[in-house]
């Protein structure tokens, strides 16, 4: 059985993003057209994975900070 509750090691930024019920529920709420992209269709499989113990809640963590975070662009500094 599925465990949405569980929570991220380290919050991410999100109205309320301590959970993995929160990150669904955040995706969720987002308009059909942005939850068919690629970035959040990832982070919707991480997310399930997590909740159902099948892979790590960092690797959903991860995830939803690369989709919501798709439009920064990294630029190195030296």
Known sequence: M???S???ED????PDGRTLRDAADYITSLPKAEQNL???QTA???LIK???D???VMHSRIGMLRALNR???RVFQP
């Open 71 to 73: 439009h920064i662009e």
């Open 50 to 52: 997590a909740a159902e």
């Open 38 to 40: 690629e970035p959040w």
């Open 6 to 8: 569980r929570p991220f």
């Open 54 to 56: 099948r892979g790590p």
């Open 2 to 4: 599925a465990d949405w």
């Open 11 to 14: 919050p991410i930024i999100l």
């Open 44 to 46: 919707v499989e991480a």
